[in-house]
């Protein structure tokens, strides 16, 4: 760009623009007049420390209370999972045990079944 300098609004749309000859910097920023006077601005100026001092431990607490929030929310879903698994494993183990009764079947008594498959017959007449 050449050496001048161009106004725009806030959505980054050039309003207006201008180019100047040995043109090197301009900073500018609309700022509202303040509030504040001037003996309470020095007072804050000085106490800024203690101020971000005490932001700073805000946010910490907020952020370890949120955190403390999640685990607490984790290890009850958790707890609730295994409570529900171990309901599951329970019934599953008191059907295999019913199923058991009902064929007749004890855990010391072993069932073997052997099948035999004629894989090719052949037959042969034998003459004298």
């Given at each position: 760009m050449e050496n001048g300098y161009?106004?725009?609004d806030f959505k980054g749309a050039v309003l207006?623009?201008?180019h100047a000859e040995r043109f090197k910097l301009f900073s500018w920023r609309p700022r509202p007049p303040t509030l504040v006077p001037k003996d309470q601005q020095r007072k804050i100026r000085r106490n800024l420390k203690d101020y971000s001092r005490e932001f700073d431990a805000e946010d910490e607490s907020k952020a370890a209370g949120a955190s403390h929030e999640l685990l607490?929310?984790?290890r009850r879903l958790l707890e609730e999972w295994y409570t529900w698994?171990?309901?599951v494993e329970?019934?599953?183990l008191?059907?295999?045990k019913d199923r058991k009764e009902e064929d007749g079947v004890g855990a010391d008594e072993i069932i073997e079944e052997w099948v035999e498959?004629?894989?090719e017959e052949k037959?042969?007449?034998v003459t004298d």
């Open positions: 161009q106004i725009r207006y623009e201008s607490t929310l984790r698994r171990k309901a329970e019934t599953l008191s059907q295999k498959e004629v894989v037959e042969e007449v």
